[in-house]
C-alpha cells in the first residue's frame, strides 16, 4: 500500500486517471475538475488553504515553479507572471505533449485559483508546435 509520501512514475498516474475516469466517469475526463477540488481542498486543510489565500494565484504559481524540478525529472517550465496573469511554457519532454497530462495541468490551475479565492478565473491551454505546452490562467 502507498502512504502519502509514496511516488508512482507519471505514466502509471495517467493511466490511473484514465482508468478512474474510465470506471467511474464513463471516461469523461472532463468530469475529474470537481472530484480533484474538493481532494485537494480536504487534503491541505484549513491552515494552508488559509495560507493559500493569503498568497494569492501569482505567488502560488511561482512557489509551484520554484517547486516543479522535485515533481519532474525531465522538462522545465517557465512562468511569465502578470497582473492579474499567468502564462507557463512546458518543454523537454514528450510527456508534455500527453492530453491527460495536459488537462490535468488545466485543472492544477484552476483548483490553485479557486483555492486561491479567484474562482471567476480562466484556465486555457494551446499546443506549442508539437514540442511542448502552453497553459494561462487569468483572474
Known sequence: ????????????????TEAIADECLGGNLRGLQAPILEDTR???????????????????IAIAQRDFPKVHERGAVEVELGTH???LVFRGTPLFLHPTWR?????????LLELTGTPAGTVSGEELDGEGFAA???W
Open 1 to 16: 500500500m502507498l502512504g502519502a509520501d509514496d511516488w508512482l512514475p507519471v505514466g502509471a498516474q495517467l493511466l490511473l
Open 42 to 60: 480536504a487534503g491541505l486543510g484549513r491552515m494552508r488553504l488559509l495560507a493559500l489565500r493569503a498568497l494569492g494565484p501569482g505567488r502560488a
Open 85 to 87: 496573469r499567468a502564462l
Open 103 to 111: 488537462l490535468l495541468q488545466l485543472y492544477g490551475l484552476a483548483t
Open 136 to 138: 494561462t490562467a487569468c
